[in-house]
Nanobody, 117 residues
């Protein structure tokens, strides 16, 4: 059974930094894409960043230059380093994994990030 467990959310002042972590279990072997999405109150869930098994990254324009996604493949862990945070970054951040071969995706339970002005 695939499980994603996130950590690292919290409250931070504008301009501050946070680092999110997500550990995946039960994913077996094979290529996958891990990523972070976020959902603010009253808005749809949106892509933040993704990273493939091979290290190819993709970022939303709104976070380019401020956020960095990385992964540790042996540990099945993905990280999101968030710098220069803005109040508009406030949202619940969800970890996601797409198992490429099986074409299945899974979500974590979400972690709250709140940026005060």
């Amino acid at each position: 059974q695939v499980q994603l467990v996130e950590s690292g959310g919290g409250l931070v002042q504008a301009g501050g930094s946070l680092r999110l972590s997500c550990v995946a279990s039960g994913i077996g072997f094979g290529r996958n894409v891990m990523g972070w999405y976020r959902q603010a109150p009253g808005k749809q869930r949106e892509l933040v960043a993704t990273i493939s098994t091979g290290g190819i990254t993709n970022y939303a324009d709104s976070v380019k230059g401020r956020f960095t996604i990385s992964r540790d493949n042996p540990k099945n862990t993905v990280y999101l380093q968030m710098n220069s945070l803005k109040p508009e970054d406030t949202a619940v951040y969800y970890c996601n994994i797409l198992l490429t071969v099986l074409a299945r995706e899974y979500w974590g339970q979400g972690t709250q990030v709140t940026v005060s002005s």
